[in-house]
């Protein structure tokens, strides 16, 4: 019986490209040792999922990363906060009546030309300055987020005190580096 199981063993290792060195070794575990009886709860070779995370650590305690804007201040909910970059960060998720850009001196909303709309041209750039308030802030330690700082910028807010006049609001997905907090 037990070489009808070795043969049978060795040619479905064959078939699917695996050696075994030692067909007995690979066998002797399986058998009963001294003709013992073999219960569920004590079989030598049964693996139980328990046993694979019995030896599993639990997770470490750590604290919540607190976010720091590009001046090392701590950024909470419900901060101001404004972009430090200027043109460099585009929201494409706008509505198209926002397309567009601001004039530097000015502070005058420019949209783009629905001629030439192309994907480089079909968002906001943000400017420097531009104010928001924060909405949400994750924590980089519990989830993988390039953008951690969430920041709701609103149309004709007149908190915001940046002399810019934003066509709609919106809300954006930031890093810490391109925002500061505003007291």
Do not use: W
Request: net charge neutral.
């Amino acid at each position: 019986m037990f070489q009808q199981q070795r043969a049978l063993c060795c040619l479905l290792c064959a078939l699917m490209g695996i050696t075994i060195h030692s067909t007995f070794a690979f066998t002797s575990s399986f058998e009963p040792r001294n003709n013992m009886h073999i219960t569920k709860s004590n079989h030598p070779t049964k693996l139980y999922m328990s046993s694979f995370f019995a030896d599993a650590t639990p997770p470490k305690e750590t604290a919540a990363a607190v976010q720091r804007d590009a001046n090392g201040s701590a950024i909470t909910v419900g901060q101001k906060v404004a972009v430090v970059t200027h043109n460099s960060i585009k929201a494409h998720h706008v509505p198209k009546s926002s397309y567009g850009s601001f004039d530097s001196t000015t502070k005058q909303f420019i949209p783009h030309d629905e001629a030439n709309k192309t994907r480089k041209t079909s968002c906001l750039l943000l400017p420097e300055g531009l104010r928001g308030e924060v909405i949400t802030v994750h924590d980089t330690n519990s989830a993988d987020r390039p953008q951690p700082v969430l920041v709701k910028f609103g149309a004709d807010d007149e908190e915001r005190n940046d002399g810019y006049s934003l066509p709609s609001a919106f809300s954006m997905h930031l890093s810490a580096n391109e925002i500061i907090v505003v007291v």
